[in-house]
Structure formats: structure tokens, C-alpha cells
């Protein structure tokens, strides 16, 4: 328990205190925000907004990993290759978020990797987690990942290795890659109104981090395991540092929050956005739950789905639109919403997902028993 706490406290700390030595940094640096103008199809009320520092991630991916590395040590519990892998994903779709951003701010266009460049930086972090994750069996021969799809815990009837070794282990490394792309994706067009991603992103992985910490306390490697919930109990190979990097991501968010609530003083850019992402996909690996994200991270799915539906519907019907803009929260605000309220609702509806998906997980662990 202390490990969660100093994880959290150090991480909170860090961004919520050094944040404005890094707004002034970036401010220098030019970093600031690009804006597509109305003619390119942006929303006319974000043109304000040019020139505000962005790339913030940055700070909330270094409070994160500090606030980790301080929570394992001071509480005894060193890093394990989950925690590992979790920080693997966050900081390498980061770069990847990173190398957008630069290329943005440097031609002051708006346009920064091309979408199969984006794609392909993508992949070149997650088949390496997607290996690792398969590696390091602990003394149980338990590893941080596995070969199968999974909801709550691992499908038995959905083993990827099912077909063979070889053709297994591409299915898997397909299916990983499809995961990391879509999130990092998804939560980076839900990134687009201030502080929406980063309260989005609090409750999500917050949610993660009970499930993670549940796991702990009913790993069937326990030695005081009851009995009775035997039947129950959940493979997982570092549930308890699976939640010390949780929480220390949850506190570095926290922090940023107050930064980057409306009206931001600086963005988290792609670099914050993709890193969310990679935690997300993370966590839903290395937790055996990658089905229930889409549930306790359906918030992420708002926007992409919106985009999808606008496109696929513009093609259909030879023109017309279901939304007066896509992604979904710029549709609302040109229907005259203002950015505060759609922010608080979408954090609303993220809180929701999050709690319902945390809920079904235990009626789950309740049925099995």
C-alpha cells in the first residue's frame, strides 16, 4: 500500500507543481499549439487557442515514471516486467506521438505523420510488447501476457496458439498491433477540447487500477487465498505493480488536470494523447481484459466511431452528413454548446463506462466462484 501511495503522491506532485516551469520552457521552445484554419475544416472558436504550448505529455509521461520508480523502491516492491511494459507502451507511443507533434510545430501546418507513417511507428513499439509480454514466466510459470483474447480473465476457447505456433504467434502479434493502433488513435482524436482526454483518461485508468488491484488480492498464487473463491481467482502475473503504475499514471493526470482544464494553459499534444493510449492497451493486455476495454475505455470510443460513422454515411448518401462535424464533441460544439459543458458531460459518461465495466468485472468474480 505504501508503494501505491508514494506512486501517486510523487507523480501528482511532480506535474502539478513543475508544470509551470515547463509552460515557460515550452513558451521559449515555440512550442505552441498549431490550429487548422476554418478553411481546412476546423471549428472557428479554436483559433484562439494558437499558440499555446503544447506537447505537455511529456510532463505527465516524466511524473509518471518517476512517481513508479519512487512508489517500487521506497515500498519494497521492485519493478517487474509488467510495470516494465506498461511504461514501455506509454513512452514509445509517446515518441510516436512526439515525432507528429515536432513536425507540426517546425512547418506550422497542422499536418505532422502521415497516417501509415503514424500506423507504422505504431506497430514498431507494440510487436516488441507483444514478444515481451509472452516472455519472463515468474516461479508459478506465469507471464505478464498471454496467447489468448480475453473479457474478464483469458477465453479458454480463443487461444491464438490453437492453429499452430507459428500462424499463432502471427494472429497474436496482429492482434496486439490492431489493439495499440486503435487506442493510441482513438484517445488521440478524443483529445480536442481542453482537459477532455486528461479527465477521460483519470477515470479510465483509475478504473484499471481496481481492477488491477483486485487481481492482486485474489491471484490464485496467493498463499491466503479462501478456499472458497478458488474457483475465481485470476492468473495474472504482477497484478500489485500493474497498479503502482496505474496509480502513478492517475497522479501524473491529476496534476496536468489542473493545467489543462478549460481554459488550458498548455495541451498535452500527441505526444500525451498516444501515451494514454499505450497505457490503456497495456493495461487490457497485461490484466487479461482486452475486450472489457471498450467498455471501461468506451469513452475513447465516442470520437473515433463518430469519425467512422460521418465518413462511411458522406460516401453512402453522396454527400450528407450525420454530424456538422466530426469527431463528435465538434459537432456539439457547433450546435452551440459551450467547451466546459461538453468536457464535464464526456467526463461524466467516462466515469460511467469506467464504474459500470469495474462493476460487470466483480458480478463476473462473483459467478465464477
Known amino acids: 500500500m505504501r508503494s501505491l501511495l508514494v506512486a501517486a503522491t510523487i507523480s501528482l506532485a511532480f506535474t502539478l507543481f513543475l508544470t509551470p516551469l515547463f509552460i515557460r520552457l515550452f513558451d521559449k521552445l515555440g512550442w505552441g499549439q498549431v490550429i487548422r484554419t476554418p478553411e481546412d475544416g476546423n471549428n472557428p472558436q479554436h483559433a484562439a487557442k494558437r499558440g499555446t504550448p503544447t506537447m505537455g505529455g511529456i510532463i505527465f509521461i516524466l511524473g509518471a515514471v518517476i512517481g513508479y520508480f519512487a512508489g517500487t523502491y521506497t515500498g519494497g516492491s521492485p519493478p517487474t516486467p509488467s510495470g516494465l511494459l506498461v511504461l514501455w507502451m506509454m513512452v514509445g507511443l509517446g515518441v510516436v506521438g512526439l515525432i507528429d507533434d515536432m513536425m507540426k510545430v517546425r512547418s506550422q501546418r497542422s499536418l505532422g ?5 503514424k500506423v507504422l511507428g505504431q506497430v514498431i513499439v507494440a510487436v516488441p ?35 499452430g505456433a507459428i500462424v499463432g504467434w502471427i494472429l497474436y502479434l496482429a492482434w496486439v498491433s ?26 479510465t485508468i483509475s478504473a484499471y487500477s481496481l481492477v488491477a488491484f483486485w487481481q492482486f488480492q485474489q491471484r490464485c498464487t496467493s498463499g491466503a487465498l479462501v478456499p472458497a473463491y478458488a474457483e475465481a481467482c485470476y492468473n495474472t502475473r504482477d497484478p500489485l505493480d500493474l497498479t503502482i503504475v496505474a496509480a502513478s499514471f492517475v497522479g501524473a493526470l491529476v496534476g496536468f488536470l489542473w493545467w489543462n482544464a478549460p481554459k488550458a494553459k498548455i495541451f498535452m499534444g500527441d505526444v500525451g494523447s498516444m501515451a494514454i493510449g499505450g497505457v490503456v492497451v497495456a493495461m487490457a493486455v497485461l490484466t487479461h ?25 458522406f460516401k453512402a448518401t453522396g454527400g450528407k452528413r450525420i454530424f456538422l462535424m466530426s469527431p463528435f464533441h465538434h459537432h456539439l460544439e457547433l450546435r452551440g454548446w459551450p467547451e466546459i459543458t461538453i468536457v464535464v458531460r464526456m467526463w461524466i459518461i467516462a466515469g460511467m463506462l469506467a464504474v459500470t465495466g469495474v ?3 466483480y458480478v463476473e468474480w462473483l459467478a465464477a466462484q
Open 289 to 313: 481484459t482486452e475486450l472489457l476495454s471498450l467498455l471501461i475505455a468506451g469513452v475513447f470510443v465516442i470520437a473515433p466511431g463518430s469519425v467512422v460513422l460521418q465518413r462511411y454515411y
Open 178 to 203: 490492431f489493439l495499440s493502433v486503435a487506442w493510441s488513435n482513438a484517445t488521440n482524436l478524443t483529445d480536442g477540447l481542453d482537459g477532455l482526454a486528461t479527465g477521460a483518461g483519470i477515470f
Open 113 to 117: 505523420l502521415s497516417g501509415w507513417r
Open 359 to 361: 462493476g460487470l468485472f
Open 129 to 163: 510488447f507483444a514478444v515481451l509480454a509472452l516472455n519472463f514466466p515468474n516461479s508459478h510459470g506465469l507471464t505478464p501476457g498471454s496467447a489468448y483474447i480475453s473479457l474478464f480473465r483469458d477465453i479458454p476457447v480463443l487461444s491464438f496458439m490453437a492453429v
